[in-house]
T-cell receptor, first 110, second 114 residues
Framework: QKEVEQNSGPLSVPEGAIASLNCTYS??????FFWYRQYSGKSPELIMS????GDKEDGRFTAQLNKASQYVSLLIRDSQPSDSATYLC??????????FGTGTRLTVIP | EAGVTQFPSHSVIEKGQTVTLRCDPI?????LYWYRRVMGKEIKFLLH????????ESGMPNNRFLAERTGGTYSTLKVQPAELEDSGVYFC????????????FGPGTRLLVL
């Protein structure tokens, strides 16, 4: 069983819409959760982190965590073409290494 | 401030050959991580250095992989002999305090073993 699972997509949304990206994890000991954005051929870039149940908002991005359901999501409001990228969900347990999902490719259509 | 750099950006080698990947972390970062993404799979942790010491090497796939960080600055990851399944993108990340939130990733080395 994979540690972190994501729908690989691709997910297409029109410009201005809300993009919803989802992720589940298997290790209940996971403490910290992260969303990375990766443009094609570039390095993963951290955009959101969340540690406790509920919502965390940062600009157009909202991360949601539900530890009981082992579910993490990322909402992108007012999606822009520049948001088109692969979004990676990652979980961290006791050690400092990260467990990544395979990523969801998002395309925002102008 | 310069970011994490990796060299080479691409490498194409034949099965059985040796390849050495290099990572230069952000200056002052004691923590250095190696990750690998095989085609179609997720990014997977390989190992973690704190300065020159291996803190965690639980992700290293087998003894064909050797990572070093002499002097606690740059790190090398050598694959000898390379196999077809070693093809993928090898990422390096560094952080100052060891937390995932502060891990900065390099651009990766794309390795193709033929």
């Amino acid at each position: 069983q994979k540690e972190v699972e994501q729908n690989s997509g691709p997910l297409s949304v029109p410009e201005g819409a809300i993009a919803s990206l989802n992720c589940t994890y298997s290790d209940r000991g996971s403490q910290s959760f992260f969303w990375y954005r990766q443009y094609s051929g570039k390095s993963p870039e951290l955009i959101m982190s969340i540690y406790s149940n509920g919502d965390k908002e940062d600009g157009r991005f909202t991360a949601q965590l539900n530890k009981a359901s082992q579910y993490v999501s990322l909402l992108i409001r007012d999606s822009q073409p520049s948001d088109s990228a692969t979004y990676l969900c990652a979980a961290q347990t006791g050690a400092n290494n990260l467990f990544f999902g395979t990523g969801t490719r998002l395309t925002v259509i102008p | 401030e310069a970011g994490v750099t990796q060299f080479p950006s691409h490498s194409v080698i034949e099965k059985g050959q040796t390849v050495t990947l290099r990572c230069d972390p952000i200056s002052g970062h004691d923590n250095l991580y190696w990750y690998r993404r095989v085609m179609g799979k997720e990014i997977k942790f390989l190992l973690h250095f704190v300065k020159e010491s291996k803190q965690d090497e639980s992700g290293m796939p087998n003894n064909r992989f050797l990572a070093e960080r002499t002097g606690g600055t740059y790190s090398t990851l050598k694959v000898q002999p390379a196999e077809l399944e070693d093809s993928g993108v090898y990422f390096c990340a560094s952080s100052q305090d060891g937390g995932a939130e502060t891990q900065y990733f390099g651009p990766g080395t794309r390795l193709l073993v033929l």
